[in-house]
């Protein structure tokens, strides 16, 4: 028997997974078992098992032409730490109790480093036009070899510094540039940390100003595009001097709200009636805001001044041409 | 050599009323062309409404581009028949009735109905005669009259596409329905101004004037728009009748054969490139509005290319060898698309617009200005509307076949590549056929010379395919743009 494949050492951080591998190779197929020998003095060599460790440890292991085998722990503790052996035999006597000092198994080792979760603060400060992110590693476990700032999958900003803490600066408002930013402190792990920039609902109308035809559906639409998503939606329109809450009782409003859109339908527009202004209100944790949608409802009957207009004056036309040939017919030899 | 005015009255005025006409063809042309184009700003909203894919709307377009294209045959029966004015006059109200009753519809294939086929049929209405009566009334300055005309379908695209936002956002897509099918009743306006006008008239002077000539001269007398009445004799056979509407014997003609291959290959990369621009340029990364305005300086070069063409193509070099002319400007468009995958940059894609409406508006204005130079004012008629039929199933073909490229690629480059090559082919293709042609014309025109020292000069209309010189000998010669002044003189000796 023999290894084609051996298990590579790693390090991780407290509470991410590892995986380590195994593949070896034999006539007949060698059996692969994993050992564990913690970091502790006092701890002797253990055999671990699928489902040890209160069910953290997966093992997965196949055995066609060659034999292979996957450990996974998750869920890391400190007490994870120690020298992981894959062991491989195909000699038959070998889970024999009496015949064990004669088996032969072989072995390959890989250990692994659980680090401690380093405790990452992140913060932001506005001034002058300008915010400020920042994210501090409070006690360092290993050496940090860059960062990285990382917002809506788009990297802002990298660099290679080895410090403990790291900035970025941009211009602009917190309420246009509300939303998740990752600092990643790049190295052998990587850590990352979050900072989060909320905001009260920056509401803003997709048209200010709609238009329906009568007893067709109008359809007005407000947008918060900033971060946290809003909770509550609410329409109200504003007619008479009365601003009423929309609701759905009549049948003839259907309000369709998502955490970053609202709409609001009006089935068979009246032009009485639906004619107005319409505010859209949204509430999150932080606080309120809303836009307002001017809605104009077409007669039916818009279009057909300038259809009938267009079609007098072809009538015209049409005529004129005529007539003016008819006159010219007699005079004239036709070419 | 000016037309003569007492006694020797030839046919094509080529000025005069024919201005008019021309007014007439611009518009009538420029709504064919522009019109399906202009109505892609409504689809989104109408997508909306009737809930329907992206897909299934696109298909009123292509019905429409079909019907367009595909009644061209049934256009030139009716023009064979009654003439263009009637022809177009219906054709306008046609369209005008299928777009008001487009705006009543009240689902995609009624719109299916509407917009697509009925409109379409009476755009085709519209297309074909505006394009035969610029061959009736002009001759001397035909490619001129031609690139003026056809200058009409950017120049609406321009008109049409600001206009139709406007509509769209002041009456919404039923009302604008509704006043787009009044404004397509300007076709009647435009048909009211196709005056007739019948070589048959002209004939009746030069057979007066010039006796001798081929008998069968004799019965062009009779008045009727076309010349295609040669076959009216012995209509007994129903394939002579249905030759006198639509002249099937034109497969037999060599010109018009080649043309025929020539366009239908060319058009299979013609329309693709204009339909992907701007999603390739959206693709490279310019914003919309950039690559709208790319589109725009597209239509703008093209509306001054055209007229420009017609005017080089009216010259007294360009004219005689007008299908080397036009094989060069294919030629030319393939080239810009096989280069256009070079430009990466917005500039040069300002650049290929340029260049590549300089080539669109140069191809569109000689489009059927070759096609008459082939087969003569008589024959055109059933000539354009064999070929539109056609061409009809290669227009179709061009973008999705493009569209299908870019998908399995992923990669718009092959696309244009495809185009650049296929047009690079069909102009090829067409100057060494041409070349041959021309030879081959000079041929037979020597041995009509040959034949025509022989008192009989009898010819036949199917003979002697250079039937602008044949014009010639019937109307008088000096109608002969630019060539042979020799022979006219001699026939003019014949003649008296």
Not at chain 2, 151 to 161: K, Q
Not at chain 2, 356 to 372: K, Q
Request: glycine fraction near 10%; aromatic fraction near 10%.
């Amino acid at each position: 028997a023999g290894f084609i494949k051996s298990p590579l050492s790693q390090k991780r951080l407290a509470q991410d997974s590892v995986e380590l591998y195994c593949e070896a190779i034999g006539n007949p197929i060698p059996e692969i078992q994993w050992w564990f020998e913690g970091n502790d003095p006092n701890e002797t060599h253990a055999q671990l098992w699928d489902g040890a460790r209160q069910d953290r440890v997966k093992i997965n292991a196949t055995y066609n032409l060659h034999s292979t085998s996957t450990i996974s722990i998750a869920n890391l503790t400190a007490d994870d730490s120690g020298m992981y052996e894959c062991r491989a035999s195909n000699d038959p006597d070998r889970n024999h109790l009496s015949k064990s000092p004669k088996v032969k198994w072989i072995r390959s080792q890989a250990n692994v480093f659980v680090i401690e979760r380093p405790d990452i603060a992140g913060n932001f400060l506005v001034g002058d036009g300008k915010v400020t992110l920042w994210c501090n590693m409070s006690e360092p476990q290993h050496t940090i070899t860059g960062h990285k700032w990382i917002h809506k999958e788009k990297t802002l900003k990298e660099d290679n510094e080895p410090g403990a803490s790291t900035s970025y600066t941009f211009e602009g408002t917190v309420e246009e540039h509300s939303g998740i930013y990752e600092c990643i402190f790049e190295g052998n792990p990587q850590t990352r940390g979050q900072v989060n920039i909320s905001v009260p609902p920056q509401v803003t109308a997709y048209k200010k100003s709609e238009h329906g035809n009568e007893g067709d559906t109008g359809v007005l639409t407000c947008k918060n595009p900033s971060f946290p998503a809003v909770t509550t939606w609410s329409w109200h329109k504003s007619g008479h001097g009365v601003s009423a809450r929309l609701e759905n009782a009549s049948g003839r409003y259907i309000i369709k709200s998502s955490g970053n859109k609202t709409e609001l339908r009006i089935l068979k527009l009246d032009i009485e009636q639906d004619t107005g202004d319409y505010f859209c209100n949204a509430t999150n944790p932080l606080g309120t805001g809303d836009a307002t949608v001017n809605l104009r409802v077409r007669s039916r009957l818009a279009a057909l001044w300038p259809f009938l207009g267009i079609v007098a004056e072809v009538l015209v036309l049409v005529t004129i041409i005529f007539i003016y040939e008819k006159r010219r017919k007699p005079d004239e030899v036709p070419d | 050599p000016a037309p003569a005015e007492a006694g020797r009255v030839p046919g094509p005025p080529d000025g005069g009323w024919g201005w008019m006409v021309l007014l007439g063809a611009f518009v009538s042309i420029g709504f064919a062309y522009a019109f399906p184009k202009g109505l892609a700003i409504f689809f989104k909203e109408i997508q909306d409404f009737f809930g329907t894919s992206y897909s299934e709307i696109a298909w009123v377009s292509s019905i429409m581009l079909a019907t367009t294209y595909g009644a061209g045959p049934i256009s030139s029966i009716l023009v064979n028949r009654y003439g263009s004015r009637p022809v177009v006059m219906f054709g306008g109200l046609l369209c005008g009735v299928g777009m008001i009753s487009a705006a009543f519809c009240t689902s995609i294939l009624q719109l299916y109905i509407c917009v697509g086929f009925i409109t379409g049929f009476g755009l085709a209405l519209n297309l074909q005669p505006s394009v035969i009566i610029i061959g009736k009334y002009f001759l001397k300055r035909r490619p001129l009259a031609n690139g003026l005309a056809m200058a009409g379908s950017p120049v609406m695209l321009c008109t049409l596409a600001p206009l139709n936002q406007f509509l769209f956002d002041n009456f919404g897509w039923r009302g604008s329905f509704l006043i787009l099918g009044a404004i397509l009743l300007n076709c009647c306006v435009a048909g009211a101004l196709f005056r007739p006008i019948g070589p048959g008239t002209a004939q009746v002077k030069t057979q007066v004037t010039e006796e001798g000539k081929d008998a069968l001269k004799g019965k062009i007398t009779e008045d009727g728009p076309m010349e295609s009445k040669t076959e009216e004799e012995g209509e007994k056979d129903c394939f002579e009748k249905v030759n006198q509407y639509l002249d099937f014997s034109l497969f037999k003609h060599r010109g018009f054969l080649i043309y025929l291959i020539g366009n239908v290959l060319m058009f299979l990369g013609f329309f693709a490139p204009i339909v992907f621009l701007a999603p390739y340029a959206k693709h490279t990364g310019v914003d919309e509005y950039s690559a709208a305005f790319l589109l725009s300086i597209l239509a703008i070069v093209d509306m001054v290319a055209r007229p420009a063409t017609g005017i080089i193509a009216n010259s007294r070099w360009v004219r005689p060898r007008i299908q080397y002319f036009f094989s060069f400007a294919i030629a030319f468009n393939g080239a810009c698309h096989l280069l256009c995958p070079l430009a990466s940059s917005y500039t040069g894609l300002i650049v290929y617009s340029s260049f590549f409406g300089l080539a669109f508006g140069m191809v569109c204005a000689m489009l059927f200005e070759t096609l008459m130079d082939l087969v003569g004012a008589a024959r055109f008629t059933s000539a354009v509307g064999l070929v539109t039929i056609a061409e009809c199933c290669t227009i179709l073909l061009g973008p999705p076949i493009g569209g299908i490229l870019i998908d399995t690629f992923g990669d718009y480059k092959y696309m244009f590549i495809k185009c650049g090559s296929v047009m690079v082919l069909a102009g090829t293709f067409l100057f060494i056929m041409n070349y041959y042609n021309y030879r081959m014309l000079a041929k037979e025109e020597k041995e009509r010379k040959a034949k025509e020292e022989d008192p009989k000069s009898v010819r036949t209309e199917n003979e002697g395919q250079k039937n602008w010189n044949k014009d010639s000998t019937q109307d008088g010669p000096e109608l002969e743009p630019l060539k042979e002044k020799g022979e006219g003189l001699k026939k003019e000796m014949n003649g008296t």
